[in-house]
């Protein structure tokens, strides 16, 4: 066709297009509301579609519950019925409308989130609020979920990776903190459902909830969310008591879970490290890019493209509230297990006792930049890049804080982070499977 040869006369393939360094990020901020009784809303208005997604957000994650499973099962069974709403009606009005409901708690937080069209948002809010506020945690549907997730409880513990990913954080952190306590087979049978009616009457509550809206909102959403949670019966004055909580990482630094017939080892290596409120946390997490943070990285040009010991190996660090923690994680073939961590020490050597080349690390910063931006494309997005920062109590700047670290960051500066924090005896080592 005659358009397609001309645009192709107009394309040059021998050179490629003219190379544009990112400036600076513009973040759509989310804006502050109030509810009638105290409950906070940030709201993020965008996108071009007709929907919105709720975050409810509560102060309700494993930091808070006395016993293992509470605050997962609690979260998990807000699906299973309701005083006005069975587990199935849930499900029916849900498809119903086109909506989608996800429950999930971590380390700190419960959240149930709602997806919906702005058409139908004041029936799926009136679901919500019985949900909420009413959820009946009945015997017969705690029996059918706890036996459906002890029965995957029991598979994932004959994976390497689970066996590692436990014992890696039961060392690091000690299993009387919760960020290193896990459950175990029994817990799953000493659960009960009045441990949850206690948990969720006391935690899923006004005065302990946090509302995020990202979408298309319009000019009545609040107002919806006043009506039906904005009320003083739903509101209770209390204070947060958290759970046993002393951090003590084990005096013995390499662990080995043996399994026979593993044909995979899983390993884990990694330490007690700073999170995004230090000062050093930014030119770290650029220094970890370089190591395992990204498919061409150190660790994987090594171990995986050059000595093929594995298809995959990457490290991270993590930013919790409390603390932060770095790891190196891969499965390799049982019989290099040694050879691989003797590998990942070799990089650590490498970046502690040569500087990063320019090239290498102009690459890098690209690619973190380039991330940054794909992590604020959509409203979606844009509420998960507002939570990163406000459960740190972190305001807005701190985006312009880390395009500036991540372009002015030298290769001296890294080479002097590695020399701190990547010491061989400093690490924690942790193989399942064969050592």
């Not at 808070?64 to 005083?83: I, R």
């Not at 409308?97 to 419960?110: L, T």
């Not at 705690?142 to 689970?162: A, C, P």
């Not at 175990?184 to 509302?211: H, M, P, V, W």
Request: overall charge positive; proline content about 2%; aromatic content about 12%.
């Amino acid at each position: 066709m005659w358009f397609k040869k001309d645009i192709e006369m107009k394309l040059d393939r021998k050179n490629p297009p003219p190379y544009r360094q990112i400036e600076k990020i513009n973040i759509l901020q989310a804006k502050k509301e109030v509810l009638f009784n105290g409950i906070p809303v940030y709201t993020i208005h965008a996108g071009s579609q007709d929907i919105v997604k709720i975050d409810f957000l509560f102060h309700a994650g494993t930091w808070y519950q006395e016993k293992p499973l509470v605050a997962l099962f609690t979260n998990m069974m807000l699906h299973n019925g309701s005083k006005n709403y069975s587990a199935h009606q849930i499900a029916e009005t849900l498809d119903f409308y086109g909506a989608q409901m996800f429950v999930n708690a971590d380390k700190h937080r419960a959240f149930l989130s709602l997806i919906s069209l702005n058409r139908h948002l004041e029936k799926l809010l009136l679901l919500v609020e019985d949900i909420l506020k009413t959820s009946l945690f009945s015997e017969k549907e705690f029996d059918i979920l706890r036996n459906k997730e002890k029965q995957r409880f029991i598979i994932e513990q004959s994976k390497v990776s689970t066996l590692a990913r436990t014992k890696f954080n039961e060392v690091l952190f000690g299993t009387d903190h919760p960020y290193g306590r896990f459950a175990a087979e029994q817990d799953y049978n000493n659960l009960k459902t009045e441990q949850l009616k206690a948990f969720f009457q006391r935690l899923y509550n006004g005065s302990n909830c946090e509302i995020i809206i990202a979408g298309r909102i319009k000019t009545n959403t609040l107002s919806l969310l006043d009506k039906y949670f904005g009320q003083n019966d739903w509101v209770k004055k209390q204070k947060l008591i958290s759970a046993k909580n002393i951090l003590k990482s084990d005096s013995e630094k390499k662990h080995i879970i043996n399994k026979d017939g593993a044909v995979q080892s899983a390993l884990r290596m990694g330490k007690i490290m700073v999170n995004k409120l230090h000062p050093d946390y930014l030119g770290l997490q650029v220094l970890n890019t370089v190591l395992g943070g990204y498919f061409g990285s150190r660790l994987m040009s090594n171990i995986r493209e050059d000595k093929g010991y594995t298809y995959g190996i990457g490290s991270a660090l993590m930013s919790l509230e409390k603390v932060g923690f770095f790891v190196i994680m891969s499965e390799v073939k049982a019989e290099v297990s040694k050879d691989t961590i003797k590998e990942i020490f070799f990089e650590f050597d490498k970046l502690r006792n040569e500087l990063i080349p320019v090239e290498e690390l102009n690459l890098v910063k690209n690619f973190m930049l380039g991330e940054m931006l794909s992590s604020i494309d959509g409203s979606f997005a844009l509420a998960e890049a507002f939570k990163s920062i406000h459960f740190f109590g972190l305001g807005y700047d701190y985006f312009d804080t880390v395009v500036n670290e991540i372009k002015t960051i030298t290769p001296e500066k890294l080479n002097s982070l590695a020399n701190k924090y990547l010491q061989q005896d400093s690490m924690y080592q942790v193989v399942a499977g064969k050592y």
